[in-house]
């Protein structure tokens, strides 16, 4: 499967990987090490931001088009919809696309709110990283009709039966 045609999500793969190498006084790799944490979040977000727009209006249209869908996709509703029944019901690989989402939202969300007390490791923000590329990846290998599934189950307003 193609690479998704957003190259923020990979140009924040890469920020995230140079932050993590970050050089220098204590605090300063500390820093760098949670910015990195934080880029390979949104890497994800961005990579479900762009299923989302590009399956559901098509990523060639006019940006005042694909903006507002590119734009629908909430962090904690996507958080609760991929941990839910619906994302199985799609496939094991969203369920691996949640879960992996799901552990960098939650260090994503410690990286920048937690005071500087934070003990932060290199070789854990390594992993997150390297956990980010691989939910991206799960991504890419989507189904044409998976991705639209995945689309829908991210930002469609759940009703009551």
Not at 41 to 69: K, M, R
Not at 110 to 122: E, F, G, H, K, N
């Amino acid at each position: 499967m193609p690479k998704l045609g957003d190259p923020l999500v990979y140009d924040l793969l890469e920020v995230s990987e140079s932050l993590a190498r970050t050089r220098g006084r204590t605090n300063l790799r500390k820093a760098a090490m949670r910015r990195s944490v934080s880029s390979a979040y949104y890497a994800v977000f961005h990579a479900l931001c762009f299923v989302c727009a590009s399956e559901l209006i098509g990523w060639t249209q006019e940006n005042d088009l694909v903006e507002p869908v590119y734009r629908l996709l909430v962090h904690g509703a996507a958080k609760k919809r991929l941990k839910g029944r619906d994302a199985g019901l799609i496939g094991a690989s969203v369920v691996d696309i949640g879960n992996g989402f799901v552990e960098l939202q939650d260090a994503r969300n410690a990286a920048d709110y937690s005071p500087p007390a934070l003990i932060v490791r290199q070789d854990e923000t390594l992993r997150l990283i390297a956990l980010a590329g691989q939910t991206i990846s799960l991504i890419e290998e989507l189904t044409t009709q998976d991705r639209k599934k995945l689309a829908v189950l991210l930002v469609a307003k759940n009703r009551a039966p």
